[in-house]
T-cell receptor
Framework: KAGVTQTPRYLIKTRGQQVTLSCSPI?????VSWYQQTPGQGLQFLFE???????NKGNFPGRFSGRQFSNSRSEMNVSTLELGDSALYLC???????????????FGPGTRLTVL | DQQVKQNSPSLSVQEGRISILNCDYT??????FLWYKKYPAEGPTFLIS?????DKNEDGRFTVFLNKSAKHLSLHIVPSQPGDSAVYFC????????????FGTGTRLQVTL
């Protein structure tokens, strides 16, 4: 089974620009979550999409948005980039079933975004 | 507000000895705890987990201990191997939030020969 794939792997942008990152989950997984990893902050949850709907949201400004398509692929968009947005952006997929059981998440390799 | 804390940014252990990685949390609504391991240029991979109704879970060389009253968990690796050198993240899930995880800042483990 193919793992989670993220494109592009590396990206360099300048302040004020916008960027779109893509994530393809494991086949059969319906949930995609996005995380931002920066030095000293660990991984911070951005949002989760399940069946094309945002199901959970973290504490990030509205410049960060996402969507999910009918094939479960997800995109994340950051508008008006700031220097502090430089980070590794990780996506994780899971079956996403609701209920008390934890759905194991499988992470992609991430997209390294550098904002100059 | 860092709800999951890993106060040791790095740890160095000799091969064959025990590695103990610690994690503290503040939110009593967390009901499930996980450890992830991350190598450079790769995404985190799941290592071991524990439900809040248990105080210990073992999987081969890896054991996770949970002390709910102290809001503390630890990961023990015995014996440590050079391939264990990586960044370890502690994560927690709140009841009813399915896939949303709150991560600590990570501890870099270096296993020396």
């Amino acid at each position: 089974k193919a793992g989670v794939t993220q494109t592009p792997r590396y990206l360099i942008k300048t302040r004020g620009q916008q960027v779109t990152l893509s994530c393809s989950p494991i086949s059969g997984h319906r949930s995609v979550s996005w995380y931002q990893q920066t030095p000293g902050q660990g991984l911070q949850f951005l949002f989760e999409y399940f069946s094309e709907t945002q199901r959970n949201k973290g504490n990030f400004p509205g410049r960060f948005s996402g969507r999910q398509f009918s094939n479960s692929r997800s995109e994340m968009n950051v508008s008006t980039l700031e220097l502090g947005d430089s980070a590794l952006y990780l996506c994780a997929s899971s079956h996403g079933a609701s209920g008390p059981s934890y759905n194991e998440q499988f992470f992609g390799p991430g997209t390294r975004l550098t904002v100059l | 507000d860092q709800q999951v804390k890993q106060n040791s940014p790095s740890l160095s252990v000799q091969e064959g000895r025990i590695s103990i990685l610690n994690c503290d949390y503040t939110n009593s609504m967390f009901d499930y705890f996980l450890w992830y391991k991350k190598y450079p240029a790769e995404g985190p991979t799941f290592l071991i987990s524990i439900s809040s109704i248990k105080d210990k879970n073992e999987d081969g060389r890896f054991t996770v201990f949970l002390n709910k009253s102290a809001k503390h968990l630890s990961l023990h690796i015995v014996p440590s191997q050079p391939g264990d050198s990586a960044v370890y993240f502690c994560a927690a899930r709140k009841t009813g939030t399915a896939s949303k995880l709150t991560f600590g800042t990570g501890t870099r483990l270096q296993v020396t020969l």
